[in-house]
């Protein structure tokens, strides 16, 4: 699934292709990935929109239209959002075209149909997006080891899956989370009320910089995921844990162990991220 650096890798890709242009016409093949309004109503309020802005909250990526509302869009397991040339061969399971003013299109691609498209008005309550319960971001001032230690601390839940909880930390997913916890040397199965004050400092000291460091290569690609110009990201060489089980860890020579937390593939370090 893309994650925070996906998503905002697409939406960087995107932003200089996207802002200032006009929607012309929306062409709904399978408009039953747009969740809200229908796929009418969706269509019909796009249409003639210029787009003004391009964002990301979370795992979700935001287009603002010079109405006000804005496009909301997540890509879940294998969505892909592309800018392609008119004449460009279209994906196989291209769902949603929006053709712009240039003569390009903005598509909407996805294997499994798992990835949500919705429109939210102006001045609607976001009561359907998810994005109404998601925590701070990993960028944000308020985020410390302190914030981590007040909202997941007392919580009888591993290490891993809190810093998963999307309610606690927007955007962080499966893979930087392996890559976090391997940095801090925190076990993933090691229960949030036994993390140290110490672990707590250092999970939040490594986040950020591994966020960066994956947006700085234009995100990680194993199989789906694409930027809003169709490019595999970079970073998959970069990864010190994720997708490694049974290979040497670069850190101390030891096989990275894997299990399953939450049911969610893990890897992790028995010497550098002990019980």
Same mark, same amino acid.
């Given at each position: 699934m893309p994650e925070l650096p996906e998503v905002e890798t697409v939406k960087r890709t995107l932003s200089p292709h996207l802002i200032g242009k006009t929607i012309v016409t929306c062409e709904n093949?399978? !408009?039953?990935? =747009?969740?809200?309004?229908? +796929?009418? /109503?969706?269509? +019909?309020?796009?249409?003639?929109?210029? =787009?003004e802005e391009l964002g990301r909250r979370g795992k979700y990526l935001l287009i603002r239209l010079d109405s006000g509302d804005s496009i909301v869009v997540h890509l879940r397991m294998t969505g892909r959002l592309l800018y392609a040339e008119a004449a460009h061969p279209r994906q196989k399971h291209t769902h949603v075209v929006m053709h712009l003013d240039d003569g390009c299109e903005l598509r909407f691609c996805d294997t499994?149909?798992?990835?949500?498209?919705?429109?939210?008005?102006?001045?609607?309550?976001?009561?359907?997006?998810?994005?109404?319960?998601? &925590?701070?971001?990993?960028?944000?001032?308020?985020?410390?080891?302190?914030?981590?230690?007040?909202?997941?601390?007392?919580?009888?839940?591993?290490?891993?899956? /809190?810093?998963?909880?999307?309610?606690?930390?927007? !955007?962080?997913?499966? =893979?930087?989370?392996?890559?976090?916890?391997? *940095? *801090?040397?925190?076990?993933?199965?090691?229960?949030?009320t036994q993390v140290t004050a110490e672990q707590w400092q250092k999970l939040a000291e490594a986040i950020p910089p591994i966020l960066c460091s994956s947006i700085a290569n234009n995100g990680t690609t194993f199989n789906d995921y694409r930027d809003g110009e169709?490019?595999? &990201? *970079?970073?998959?060489?970069?990864?010190?844990?994720?997708?490694?089980? &049974?290979?040497?860890?670069?850190?101390? !020579? +030891?096989?990275? +162990?894997?299990?399953?937390? !939450?049911?969610? &593939?893990?890897v992790f370090c028995p010497i550098c991220q002990p019980e």
């Open positions: 093949i399978r !408009g039953e990935v =747009i969740k809200h309004p229908d +796929a009418a /109503g969706y269509a +019909a309020a796009v249409t003639g929109r210029r =787009i499994r149909r798992f990835g949500c498209l919705w429109l939210l008005g102006k001045d609607e309550e976001d009561s359907f997006t998810g994005m109404q319960n998601l &925590g701070i971001e990993p960028f944000d001032e308020q985020f410390s080891a302190a914030y981590l230690q007040q909202h997941l601390g007392k919580r009888k839940i591993t290490a891993k899956q /809190g810093i998963l909880d999307q309610a606690v930390l927007a !955007g962080l997913g499966n =893979i930087y989370a392996d890559e976090a916890l391997f *940095a *801090a040397g925190v076990h993933p199965q090691k229960p949030c169709g490019k595999e &990201g *970079a970073n998959l060489p970069f990864l010190q844990a994720y997708g490694r089980g &049974g290979q040497p860890c670069r850190r101390c !020579g +030891a096989l990275l +162990a894997k299990t399953r937390v !939450g049911g969610r &593939g893990t």
